[in-house]
């Protein structure tokens, strides 16, 4: 029991920090093609979507946005508030606090990654968010074979500017990573089977 933690301690660092070169290190180890341990070394289980929210953040100066996503882990305080209307606007308060234990976020791909039913894609896609001339888009596109179809996950319902609510395309939801039983820090934009 103690090296099954210990083992999906090291899995979850590894796949937080180095995914490519930690997928590949663990699966030359366990004489596991990397091709088949994408699939197979972790596996998805649900989470309570009601207490997460995806978030076109702002960079810089505006003109450009990133995925974030936040997770309200403790009823201690709220982690974010989010407005009505297409798009909603989301206040993420907490950034005026030390979340820790309250709230998690989730901004780049060292915390989430692409899912399509067993094929682990946070190698092969990666997520961004583009502005259009009427939404904001969440992609999901290709970084290898630029021939593989992209997918658009989520849209915010119109344009605009500041943290932005990003809501999801029918199919899509939000797993957590897991080794076995243990679930580990790294959410999945997942979906049971490839969008048509």
Partial sequence: ??????????????ARFFPAAGLSLLSLAAGVP????????FNAIPVDESKFILVSAPIGNGERSQLNIYEQRSDK??????????????DPLLSTFDFTGICNRYIDGNGYS????????????RLVVVKTNSDIELLATPTRD????????????????GFLKLNFEPGWTL?????????????????ESPAQ
Avoid at 34 to 41: I, K
């Fill in 34 to 41: 990397a091709s088949l341990a994408q699939g197979s070394l």
């Fill in 114 to 125: 692409l899912r399509i039913g067993g094929n682990d894609l946070g190698t092969r896609y």
């Fill in 77 to 90: 305080r709220p982690c974010y508030s989010s407005g009505t209307g297409s798009p909603a606007v989301v």
């Fill in 175 to 191: 797993m957590r990573r897991a080794y076995g039983k243990k679930a580990l820090g790294h959410i999945y934009l997942y979906r």
């Fill in 1 to 14: 029991m103690t090296f099954t933690i210990r083992a999906a301690s090291l899995l979850d660092v590894l």
């Fill in 146 to 161: 630029r021939s593989q179809q992209s997918y658009v996950v989520a849209r915010s319902g119109g344009t605009g500017s």
